[in-house]
């Protein structure tokens, strides 16, 4: 059965303490790799998406990175404005294209 | 103005009553999905559609029904709505892969329902 998994499922961070979240997979074929970000009762919004093993994403204090059964989404001194859940999914080759979504990791950052 | 808007954001209704979510897309995308939130178990496909008068069941279809209207409006109903369907509804938009870029889905600001 196709999964993807995002560790932790929490995590609490001082403001300026950088850290990482991982989403692993196991999908018989990568055609994207996808990073969201969802704020409670928001819709999520879109954030990178990776390819291909190797391939890196930045966008102000988050960089995603891929190998080829996991992405890493790097946090840079985060600010209590990156508060939110971090959504991966995952997009499979074919006529549908299945895109599988993680339960997500719910980063708090504090002041 | 939000590219993807959903309407109603919430709603409280009772078992066995029909409803119907809305979804509106301004970005010119073919595609348009509807997916169910749950706590604990993140966000799954009810329903897709590559244009049309292409639409799909996902892997949650039981007990919805969808309308795609026109290229830009894509509605999901519950003909007899029932406590197990209260969740968070999203509506999400593609474009058709031309390149890479354009698999990327977008979504809109979800409708909280609540079925008594």
């Known amino acids: 059965e196709d999964q993807v998994t995002q560790s932790p499922e929490a995590l609490r961070l001082q403001e300026g303490e950088s850290s990482s979240l991982n989403c692993s997979y196991t999908?018989?074929?990568?055609?994207?790799l996808f990073w969201y970000r969802q704020d409670p009762g928001k819709g999520p919004e879109f954030l990178f998406t990776?390819?291909?093993a190797g391939e890196e994403k930045e966008k102000e204090r988050l960089k995603a990175t891929l190998t080829k059964k996991e992405s890493f989404l790097h946090i840079t001194a985060p600010k209590p404005e990156d508060s939110a859940t971090y959504l991966c999914?995952?997009?499979?080759?074919?006529?549908?294209?299945?895109?599988?979504f993680g339960i997500g990791t719910k980063l708090q950052v504090i002041p | 103005d939000a590219d993807v808007t959903q309407t109603p954001r919430n709603r409280i209704t009772k078992t066995g009553k029909r409803i119907m979510l809305e979804c509106s897309q301004t970005?010119?995308?073919?595609?348009m999905y509807w997916y169910r939130q749950d706590p604990g178990l993140g966000l799954r496909l009810i329903y897709y559609?590559?244009?049309?008068?292409?639409?799909n069941k996902g892997e949650i279809s039981d007990g919805y029904s969808v309308s795609r209207q026109a290229q830009a409006k894509f509605s999901l109903s519950l003909e007899s709505a029932i406590p197990n369907q209260t969740a968070l509804y999203f509506c999400?938009?593609?474009?058709?892969?031309?390149?890479?870029?354009?698999?990327?889905?977008?979504f809109g600001p979800g409708t909280r329902l609540l079925v008594l």
């Open positions: 999908v018989s074929g990568l055609r994207g």
């Open positions: 990776l390819y291909s």
């Open positions: 559609s590559f244009d049309v008068k292409d639409i």
């Open positions: 999914a995952v997009q499979e080759p074919g006529g549908y294209q299945k895109v599988t």
């Open positions: 999400a938009t593609s474009g058709t892969p031309r390149n890479w870029a354009q698999e990327t889905q977008y």
């Open positions: 970005k010119g995308h073919d595609r």
